[in-house]
Protein backbone atom coordinates (compact mmCIF):
# COMPACT_ATOMS: atom_id res chain seq x y z
CA UNK A 1 0.00 0.00 0.00
CA UNK A 2 1.26 3.50 -1.19
CA UNK A 3 2.28 6.15 1.72
CA UNK A 4 -0.20 8.05 2.76
CA UNK A 5 -3.18 6.21 2.66
CA UNK A 6 -5.51 9.13 3.40
CA UNK A 7 -5.81 11.48 0.92
CA UNK A 8 -7.99 14.24 1.53
CA UNK A 9 -6.77 16.19 -1.51
CA UNK A 10 -8.31 13.76 -3.73
CA UNK A 11 -11.67 16.13 -3.48
CA UNK A 12 -10.13 18.91 -4.23
CA UNK A 13 -8.58 18.16 -7.49
CA UNK A 14 -11.34 19.57 -9.74
CA UNK A 15 -13.88 22.74 -9.03
CA UNK A 16 -16.74 20.68 -9.44
CA UNK A 17 -15.25 18.19 -6.93
CA UNK A 18 -14.91 20.81 -4.40
CA UNK A 19 -18.61 22.10 -4.96
CA UNK A 20 -20.02 18.64 -4.30
CA UNK A 21 -18.17 18.66 -0.98
CA UNK A 22 -18.85 22.15 0.08
CA UNK A 23 -20.05 22.49 3.44
CA UNK A 24 -21.05 25.89 3.63
CA UNK A 25 -23.37 27.87 0.94
CA UNK A 26 -23.16 31.75 1.09
CA UNK A 27 -26.20 33.44 -1.01
CA UNK A 28 -26.84 36.71 -1.89
CA UNK A 29 -30.05 36.20 0.13
CA UNK A 30 -28.10 35.77 3.48
CA UNK A 31 -26.90 39.37 3.33
CA UNK A 32 -28.29 42.10 4.95
CA UNK A 33 -27.64 45.69 3.96
CA UNK A 34 -27.19 48.59 6.19
CA UNK A 35 -28.23 52.03 4.79
CA UNK A 36 -28.14 55.50 6.16
CA UNK A 37 -31.15 57.62 5.45
CA UNK A 38 -30.69 61.36 5.61
CA UNK A 39 -33.34 64.48 5.29
CA UNK A 40 -33.22 66.73 1.76
CA UNK A 41 -32.97 65.42 -1.77
CA UNK A 42 -30.73 64.19 -4.40
CA UNK A 43 -28.18 63.87 -0.83
CA UNK A 44 -25.33 61.29 -1.66
CA UNK A 45 -22.89 62.21 1.25
CA UNK A 46 -19.71 60.10 1.31
CA UNK A 47 -18.57 58.93 4.81
CA UNK A 48 -14.72 59.22 4.71
CA UNK A 49 -13.89 56.92 6.79
CA UNK A 50 -16.07 54.21 4.97
CA UNK A 51 -15.48 54.16 1.25
CA UNK A 52 -18.65 53.08 -0.66
CA UNK A 53 -20.41 54.21 2.04
CA UNK A 54 -23.28 57.71 2.16
CA UNK A 55 -25.59 58.94 3.76
CA UNK A 56 -28.38 58.94 0.99
CA UNK A 57 -31.39 61.21 0.83
CA UNK A 58 -34.52 58.96 0.45
CA UNK A 59 -34.99 59.18 -2.89
CA UNK A 60 -31.25 58.14 -3.46
CA UNK A 61 -31.97 55.46 -0.78
CA UNK A 62 -34.41 53.95 -2.94
CA UNK A 63 -32.50 54.18 -5.67
CA UNK A 64 -29.16 52.08 -4.00
CA UNK A 65 -31.68 49.60 -2.50
CA UNK A 66 -33.11 49.25 -5.62
CA UNK A 67 -29.31 48.39 -7.41
CA UNK A 68 -28.58 45.91 -4.38
CA UNK A 69 -32.02 44.38 -5.30
CA UNK A 70 -31.04 43.74 -8.54
CA UNK A 71 -27.58 42.42 -7.27
CA UNK A 72 -29.23 40.24 -4.95
CA UNK A 73 -29.83 41.35 -2.11
CA UNK A 74 -33.46 40.89 -0.70
CA UNK A 75 -32.51 42.69 2.43
CA UNK A 76 -31.62 46.36 4.36
CA UNK A 77 -31.56 47.65 7.63
CA UNK A 78 -32.45 51.59 8.18
CA UNK A 79 -30.26 54.34 10.42
CA UNK A 80 -31.03 57.64 10.48
CA UNK A 81 -29.53 60.99 10.43
CA UNK A 82 -32.27 63.30 11.75
CA UNK A 83 -33.59 66.38 11.03
CA UNK A 84 -32.78 67.40 14.75
CA UNK A 85 -31.64 66.19 18.08
CA UNK A 86 -32.70 66.81 21.55
CA UNK A 87 -32.12 65.41 25.04
CA UNK A 88 -34.46 62.22 24.83
CA UNK A 89 -34.12 61.77 20.60
CA UNK A 90 -38.02 62.93 20.30
CA UNK A 91 -37.19 62.93 16.19
CA UNK A 92 -36.83 59.00 16.74
CA UNK A 93 -40.22 58.48 16.59
CA UNK A 94 -41.02 61.54 14.58
CA UNK A 95 -43.08 60.35 11.59
CA UNK A 96 -41.90 62.56 8.96
CA UNK A 97 -37.80 62.11 9.74
CA UNK A 98 -35.85 60.41 7.03
CA UNK A 99 -35.92 56.65 8.62
CA UNK A 100 -40.24 56.13 8.48
CA UNK A 101 -40.44 58.24 5.02
CA UNK A 102 -37.68 55.41 3.95
CA UNK A 103 -39.65 52.82 4.59
CA UNK A 104 -42.35 53.73 2.92
CA UNK A 105 -40.77 54.38 0.00
CA UNK A 106 -39.17 51.08 -0.14
CA UNK A 107 -42.00 49.41 0.62
CA UNK A 108 -43.92 50.91 -2.05
CA UNK A 109 -41.15 51.32 -4.53
CA UNK A 110 -39.15 47.82 -3.84
CA UNK A 111 -42.06 45.78 -2.69
CA UNK A 112 -40.23 42.97 -2.23
CA UNK A 113 -37.20 43.87 0.08
CA UNK A 114 -37.62 43.13 3.80
CA UNK A 115 -36.95 46.23 5.54
CA UNK A 116 -35.46 46.04 9.00
CA UNK A 117 -35.10 49.21 11.20
CA UNK A 118 -32.51 49.68 13.43
CA UNK A 119 -34.11 50.75 16.64
CA UNK A 120 -31.62 52.96 19.04
CA UNK A 121 -31.40 56.47 20.41
CA UNK A 122 -28.05 57.33 20.15
CA UNK A 123 -28.70 58.66 16.71
CA UNK A 124 -31.40 61.10 18.08
CA UNK A 125 -30.07 62.33 20.57
CA UNK A 126 -28.18 65.43 21.52
CA UNK A 127 -25.50 63.58 23.97
CA UNK A 128 -25.29 60.67 21.47
CA UNK A 129 -26.38 57.94 24.06
CA UNK A 130 -28.12 55.22 23.16
CA UNK A 131 -30.47 56.09 26.36
CA UNK A 132 -31.99 59.16 28.75
CA UNK A 133 -29.22 60.45 31.28
CA UNK A 134 -29.87 60.93 34.21
CA UNK A 135 -27.55 61.92 37.51
CA UNK A 136 -25.88 58.69 38.77
CA UNK A 137 -27.06 59.07 42.13
CA UNK A 138 -30.31 61.58 42.16
CA UNK A 139 -29.27 64.30 45.06
CA UNK A 140 -25.60 64.07 45.02
CA UNK A 141 -23.99 66.96 43.34
CA UNK A 142 -21.13 67.00 41.14
CA UNK A 143 -22.12 62.61 39.99
CA UNK A 144 -21.79 61.68 36.49
CA UNK A 145 -24.62 61.21 33.96
CA UNK A 146 -25.57 57.39 33.61
CA UNK A 147 -28.01 56.12 30.89
CA UNK A 148 -30.82 55.34 32.71
CA UNK A 149 -32.44 52.13 31.65
CA UNK A 150 -36.25 52.33 32.99
CA UNK A 151 -36.29 55.83 31.38
CA UNK A 152 -34.98 54.57 28.09
CA UNK A 153 -37.38 51.46 27.46
CA UNK A 154 -40.86 53.16 26.61
CA UNK A 155 -39.15 55.73 23.88
CA UNK A 156 -37.66 52.88 22.27
CA UNK A 157 -41.18 51.32 22.11
CA UNK A 158 -42.34 54.14 20.88
CA UNK A 159 -39.51 54.61 17.99
CA UNK A 160 -40.23 50.89 17.32
CA UNK A 161 -43.88 51.34 16.83
CA UNK A 162 -43.50 54.51 14.82
CA UNK A 163 -41.05 52.06 12.31
CA UNK A 164 -43.92 49.53 12.25
CA UNK A 165 -46.28 52.00 11.70
CA UNK A 166 -44.29 53.05 8.75
CA UNK A 167 -44.27 49.60 7.14
CA UNK A 168 -40.92 48.16 8.54
CA UNK A 169 -40.91 44.32 8.12
CA UNK A 170 -38.45 43.99 11.31
CA UNK A 171 -37.32 45.99 13.95
CA UNK A 172 -34.29 45.56 15.44
CA UNK A 173 -33.00 46.81 19.18
CA UNK A 174 -29.55 47.86 19.10
CA UNK A 175 -29.21 49.74 22.91
CA UNK A 176 -28.17 46.98 24.58
CA UNK A 177 -31.11 48.50 27.84
CA UNK A 178 -31.99 45.15 30.07
CA UNK A 179 -35.55 44.07 29.18
CA UNK A 180 -36.13 46.18 25.82
CA UNK A 181 -37.27 43.37 24.14
CA UNK A 182 -40.35 42.80 25.95
CA UNK A 183 -40.90 46.32 26.28
CA UNK A 184 -41.33 46.70 22.47
CA UNK A 185 -42.98 43.44 21.63
CA UNK A 186 -45.74 44.64 23.90
CA UNK A 187 -45.78 47.78 23.10
CA UNK A 188 -46.11 46.40 19.30
CA UNK A 189 -48.30 43.68 20.39
CA UNK A 190 -50.99 46.39 21.85
CA UNK A 191 -50.54 48.81 19.10
CA UNK A 192 -51.70 45.82 16.57
CA UNK A 193 -48.21 44.84 15.11
CA UNK A 194 -48.18 41.37 16.43
CA UNK A 195 -46.75 40.15 13.37
CA UNK A 196 -43.68 42.77 13.43
CA UNK A 197 -40.53 40.44 14.47
CA UNK A 198 -37.65 41.80 16.20
CA UNK A 199 -34.48 40.66 15.58
CA UNK A 200 -32.44 41.60 18.99
CA UNK A 201 -28.79 42.98 18.67
CA UNK A 202 -28.43 40.25 21.76
CA UNK A 203 -24.88 40.20 22.31
CA UNK A 204 -23.79 43.66 21.15
CA UNK A 205 -19.68 44.21 22.50
CA UNK A 206 -18.85 47.49 23.86
CA UNK A 207 -15.52 47.30 21.40
CA UNK A 208 -13.41 50.02 19.34
CA UNK A 209 -15.13 48.53 16.02
CA UNK A 210 -17.63 51.13 15.53
CA UNK A 211 -15.74 54.50 15.02
CA UNK A 212 -16.54 54.63 11.75
CA UNK A 213 -20.00 53.65 11.69
CA UNK A 214 -20.50 56.82 14.57
CA UNK A 215 -18.92 59.32 10.98
CA UNK A 216 -21.49 57.61 9.17
CA UNK A 217 -24.31 58.05 11.75
CA UNK A 218 -23.23 61.19 13.22
CA UNK A 219 -23.88 59.44 16.77
CA UNK A 220 -20.54 59.72 18.82
CA UNK A 221 -21.34 60.28 22.76
CA UNK A 222 -20.54 64.11 22.95
CA UNK A 223 -17.78 65.16 25.09
CA UNK A 224 -19.12 67.69 28.04
CA UNK A 225 -19.83 67.52 32.02
CA UNK A 226 -20.82 64.43 33.24
CA UNK A 227 -21.68 62.28 30.24
CA UNK A 228 -20.36 59.03 29.88
CA UNK A 229 -17.14 59.03 27.35
CA UNK A 230 -18.21 55.69 26.49
CA UNK A 231 -20.65 53.23 26.04
CA UNK A 232 -19.20 50.50 28.24
CA UNK A 233 -22.45 50.72 31.17
CA UNK A 234 -24.70 49.19 28.65
CA UNK A 235 -22.70 47.68 25.88
CA UNK A 236 -20.85 43.78 26.54
CA UNK A 237 -17.19 43.75 27.71
CA UNK A 238 -15.18 42.21 24.85
CA UNK A 239 -13.55 39.36 27.59
CA UNK A 240 -17.00 38.10 28.32
CA UNK A 241 -18.95 35.00 26.72
CA UNK A 242 -20.87 33.28 29.26
CA UNK A 243 -22.32 36.56 30.06
CA UNK A 244 -23.44 36.88 26.00
CA UNK A 245 -25.67 33.52 26.60
CA UNK A 246 -27.14 34.84 29.24
CA UNK A 247 -27.93 38.27 27.44
CA UNK A 248 -28.79 36.15 24.56
CA UNK A 249 -31.03 33.83 26.90
CA UNK A 250 -32.92 36.86 28.12
CA UNK A 251 -33.75 38.08 24.53
CA UNK A 252 -34.98 34.82 23.63
CA UNK A 253 -37.53 34.52 27.06
CA UNK A 254 -39.04 38.22 26.17
CA UNK A 255 -39.90 36.86 22.73
CA UNK A 256 -37.16 38.15 20.34
CA UNK A 257 -37.58 35.94 16.88
CA UNK A 258 -33.97 36.89 15.36
CA UNK A 259 -31.21 37.16 17.52
CA UNK A 260 -27.48 39.00 16.34
CA UNK A 261 -24.05 39.45 17.62
CA UNK A 262 -21.98 42.03 16.81
CA UNK A 263 -19.19 43.03 15.93
CA UNK A 264 -18.92 39.73 13.68
CA UNK A 265 -15.27 38.31 12.75
CA UNK A 266 -13.44 39.01 16.52
CA UNK A 267 -16.69 37.36 18.02
CA UNK A 268 -17.00 34.02 15.91
CA UNK A 269 -16.53 32.69 18.68
CA UNK A 270 -19.94 33.85 20.26
CA UNK A 271 -21.59 33.47 17.25
CA UNK A 272 -20.56 29.61 17.30
CA UNK A 273 -22.02 29.26 21.11
CA UNK A 274 -24.94 30.87 20.43
CA UNK A 275 -25.91 28.81 17.46
CA UNK A 276 -24.70 25.38 19.65
CA UNK A 277 -27.47 26.67 22.27
CA UNK A 278 -30.30 28.40 20.47
CA UNK A 279 -32.74 27.41 17.71
CA UNK A 280 -33.66 31.11 16.47
CA UNK A 281 -32.27 32.26 13.55
CA UNK A 282 -28.90 33.88 14.02
CA UNK A 283 -27.24 37.31 12.19
CA UNK A 284 -23.67 38.39 12.53
CA UNK A 285 -22.91 41.99 12.11
CA UNK A 286 -19.71 42.77 10.12
CA UNK A 287 -19.63 46.33 11.80
CA UNK A 288 -17.87 49.36 10.24
CA UNK A 289 -14.74 49.06 11.55
CA UNK A 290 -14.32 45.44 10.25
CA UNK A 291 -15.15 47.14 6.81
CA UNK A 292 -13.30 49.51 7.13
CA UNK A 293 -9.77 47.68 7.77
CA UNK A 294 -10.74 45.74 4.94
CA UNK A 295 -10.83 48.76 2.53
CA UNK A 296 -7.91 50.13 4.06
CA UNK A 297 -5.73 47.46 3.02
CA UNK A 298 -6.79 46.91 -0.30
CA UNK A 299 -6.99 50.47 -1.23
CA UNK A 300 -2.86 50.07 -0.42
CA UNK A 301 -3.26 46.89 -2.49
CA UNK A 302 -1.86 44.69 0.27
CA UNK A 303 -5.27 42.48 -0.17
CA UNK A 304 -7.38 41.23 -3.07
CA UNK A 305 -11.00 42.95 -1.98
CA UNK A 306 -12.83 41.15 -3.76
CA UNK A 307 -11.82 37.09 -2.27
CA UNK A 308 -11.32 38.55 0.86
CA UNK A 309 -14.41 40.20 1.43
CA UNK A 310 -16.44 37.20 -0.04
CA UNK A 311 -13.99 34.87 2.26
CA UNK A 312 -15.16 37.50 4.80
CA UNK A 313 -18.68 36.41 4.67
CA UNK A 314 -18.81 32.88 4.20
CA UNK A 315 -16.52 32.05 7.32
CA UNK A 316 -19.44 34.07 9.10
CA UNK A 317 -21.68 31.82 8.23
CA UNK A 318 -19.27 28.71 8.33
CA UNK A 319 -19.56 30.27 11.98
CA UNK A 320 -22.54 29.78 12.73
CA UNK A 321 -24.56 32.91 11.18
CA UNK A 322 -27.73 32.31 9.50
CA UNK A 323 -27.29 36.21 8.10
CA UNK A 324 -24.41 38.56 7.29
CA UNK A 325 -25.15 42.48 7.76
CA UNK A 326 -22.80 43.89 5.89
CA UNK A 327 -21.81 47.36 4.15
CA UNK A 328 -20.08 45.13 1.53
CA UNK A 329 -23.94 43.12 0.41
CA UNK A 330 -24.47 44.82 -2.78
CA UNK A 331 -20.68 43.86 -3.88
CA UNK A 332 -20.26 40.89 -2.79
CA UNK A 333 -23.74 39.79 -3.90
CA UNK A 334 -22.92 40.73 -7.27
CA UNK A 335 -19.45 39.40 -6.95
CA UNK A 336 -21.70 35.96 -6.18
CA UNK A 337 -24.62 36.55 -8.87
CA UNK A 338 -21.92 37.68 -11.62
CA UNK A 339 -23.94 40.88 -11.47
CA UNK A 340 -21.12 43.53 -11.64
CA UNK A 341 -22.47 47.15 -11.45
C1 LIG B 1 -26.58 52.04 17.36
C2 LIG B 1 -25.71 51.20 16.53
C3 LIG B 1 -24.32 51.23 16.38
C4 LIG B 1 -24.01 50.30 15.40
C5 LIG B 1 -25.19 49.71 15.01
N1 LIG B 1 -26.23 50.26 15.74
C6 LIG B 1 -23.30 52.10 16.97
C7 LIG B 1 -22.93 52.06 18.37
O1 LIG B 1 -23.33 51.19 19.15
O2 LIG B 1 -22.20 53.00 18.73
C8 LIG B 1 -22.63 50.03 14.88
C9 LIG B 1 -22.55 49.42 13.54
C10 LIG B 1 -21.21 49.51 12.88
O3 LIG B 1 -20.19 49.86 13.49
O4 LIG B 1 -21.17 49.19 11.70
N2 LIG B 1 -26.46 51.88 18.73
Known sequence: MP???ERPRRLRRTEALRALVRETELAPSD???????????RVRNPVKTMPGVFQLSVDELVAEAQAGYEAGVRSVILFGIPTRKDAT????WDDGEPVPRAVRAL???VPGLVVMTDVCMCEY???GHCGVLKPARVGAPGTDLVVDNDLTLPL????AVAHAKAGADVVAPSDMM???VGAIRKALDESGYQDVPIMSYAAKF???????????AESAPREGAGIPKDRKGYQMDPANVREALREVALDVAEGADLLMVKPAVPYLDIVRAVKERFELPLAAYHVSGEYAMIKAAAERGWIDEDRVAVETMLCCRRAGADLVLTYYAKHVAGLLSGVRR
Open 178 to 180: DGR
Open 89 to 92: GTSA
Open 107 to 109: KKD
Open 156 to 159: LAKE
Open 206 to 216: AGAFYGPFRDA
Open 31 to 41: LVWPLFAAPGQ
Open 3 to 5: FPQ
Open 125 to 127: TDH
